[in-house]
C-alpha cells in the first residue's frame, strides 16, 4: 500500500509529468518538418507501449485515504498542462502558417499529430479536471475541450456517460460486434444531442427553458468560437483549416479510447427500466505502467467509474477476479480497433468470458448485444 508519505516522492509523481517531453518533440517536428513531423504518435503510442513491455504492470495501490496536500505535484501537472498545450498548439500553428516553410502534406500530417498533445494528452486531463468539484479546474477543463472543438464532452460524460454506462442510454458504450468506424460515426451523430437533451431536462426539472444563461452550452459555444477565431487571427484560413485538422484528430482518438472501455460490457437489467449499480466489472482495466504515466492511470478505469471523484493518483487497480482486464495499454488496443476483424478475434473471446463469469444466469444476449433492452429510467 502506498501511503501520503511515499507518494509526494518525486520517484512516484515525476513519471506523470513525461508528458511534458512531447512539447520540444512538436517543436522539431514543427520547424523541420519531413520525416520529423510524425513523431509525436511515435512516441506517445509506440515509445510508451514500448516501455509498457520492458516495465510490465504496476498493480501496486494507494492510500485512498491521503489528503491534497500529498498530491499536489500530481495537481500541478494536470493544471500547468492548459497553458503549456495552448502556448504550443497556437505558438506553431503561427509559425508554420508565418514561415510557410512547410508542403501541404507535412501541414495536414503534423496537425494531425498535434491532436496527440491535445487529444491523447489534453483531453485525459481535461477528463479530470472535470470530475473534480473546485471552478478553477473545471474552467481549465474547459478551456482544454474548447481547443479540440469537443466542449459537448463535459456534459455527455458527466451527466450522460458516468450515470448510464452499459447501457442503451448512454453513446459511447460500445455494443457487441460494432467496430469502431460505425461506433466513431454514431458518437459523432448523436453525442451533441445527447449531451444538450442532459443539460435541457436537467433545466426543466427547474422550470427553466434551455434558453437560460445557466445552460453550459453558453459557455461551450463562447469559447469554441474563440477558439476559432484566434486560429483565424494567427493563421489565416489556413490556419483554421489546420486547426480543424488538429481537432478531429483529437476527438479521433479520444473516442478510440471510449471504444476500448467498455467494448461488450453491459449492466443487468432488472426489469421495469432499473438497471444494477455501476461496479468495477463494467469497465475494462489495464494496468500498464508506462501508458498509465502517458494517460494518468485512465486505464485504471474499473475503479474511476466505480468512484468517479477520485483524483488519478488514488486510483486502484483491480486483479482479474474483480474486473477485465485488456491484454495491452490502450495505444496497442487502439490499433487493433482500427482493424475490426483483429479487434473482435483479440475481444469477443474476452466478453464471452466475462459474461460467464458474472452474469451466467442470462441466456439471451441478443437484446445487450443490439443495446435494445429498455431506456434505464
Do not use: C
Not at 88 to 108: D, F, K, M, N, P
Not at 164 to 171: A, N
Request: charged share 20%; proline share 6%; net charge positive.
Amino acid at each position: 500500500m502506498i501511503t501520503a508519505e511515499t507518494i509526494a516522492r518525486p520517484k512516484l509523481f515525476l513519471p506523470f509529468w513525461m508528458t511534458y517531453l512531447l512539447v520540444p518533440v512538436a517543436w522539431i517536428s514543427a520547424v523541420y518538418g519531413g520525416w520529423s513531423v510524425i513523431l509525436l504518435p511515435l512516441l506517445a503510442w509506440w515509445v510508451f507501449s514500448g516501455l509498457d513491455g520492458l516495465l510490465g504492470l504496476n498493480r501496486e495501490n494507494a492510500d485512498t485515504d491521503i489528503g491534497e496536500d500529498a498530491l499536489y505535484w500530481y495537481r500541478m501537472g494536470v493544471m500547468l498542462w492548459v497553458p503549456v498545450q495552448f502556448v504550443t498548439l497556437y505558438g506553431i500553428l503561427w509559425y508554420v502558417t508565418a514561415s510557410g516553410h512547410l508542403g501541404w502534406i507535412e501541414l495536414l500530417v503534423l496537425f494531425a499529430s498535434l491532436g496527440v498533445i491535445s487529444g491523447t494528452v489534453g483531453i485525459v486531463y481535461a477528463h479530470e479536471l472535470l470530475h473534480q468539484r473546485n471552478r478553477l479546474e473545471r474552467w481549465l477543463g474547459d478551456i482544454l475541450l474548447a481547443m479540440v472543438l469537443y466542449s459537448h464532452f463535459r456534459t455527455e460524460h458527466l451527466l450522460v456517460h458516468h450515470p448510464y454506462v452499459g447501457t442503451p442510454r448512454d453513446t459511447v458504450t460500445a455494443r457487441y460486434n460494432e467496430n469502431f468506424h460505425r461506433y466513431f460515426a454514431r458518437v459523432l451523430r448523436e453525442g451533441l444531442k445527447s449531451a444538450f437533451r442532459a443539460e435541457k431536462e436537467k433545466l426543466a426539472k427547474k422550470n427553466l427553458p434551455w434558453t437560460d444563461a445557466r445552460n453550459p452550452f453558453w459557455r461551450y459555444w463562447a469559447l469554441q468560437g474563440l477558439a476559432l477565431a484566434l486560429a483565424l487571427y494567427l493563421g489565416g484560413w489556413l490556419g483554421l483549416v489546420l486547426f480543424l485538422v488538429q481537432a478531429l484528430s483529437a476527438v479521433w482518438q479520444l473516442e478510440l479510447t471510449n471504444y476500448v472501455e467498455h467494448y461488450g460490457l453491459t449492466r443487468k437489467h432488472l426489469g421495469d427500466g432499473k438497471y444494477e449499480h455501476v461496479k468495477p466489472h463494467h469497465s475494462w482495466n489495464a494496468a500498464h505502467k508506462a501508458t498509465n504515466w502517458l494517460l494518468i492511470n485512465l486505464q485504471r478505469h474499473s475503479d474511476h467509474h466505480y468512484k468517479p471523484d477520485r483524483r488519478f493518483p488514488l486510483l486502484q487497480n483491480y486483479s482479474e477476479a474483480q474486473a477485465p482486464q485488456l491484454p495491452y495499454g490502450y495505444p496497442i488496443m487502439t490499433l487493433f480497433a482500427l482493424w475490426p476483424r483483429k479487434w473482435r478475434q483479440v475481444m469477443n473471446p474476452r466478453v464471452a468470458r466475462w459474461r460467464e463469469m458474472y452474469y451466467p444466469e442470462i441466456t439471451d444476449w441478443k437484446p445487450y448485444n443490439k443495446h435494445q433492452t429498455p431506456m434505464p429510467r
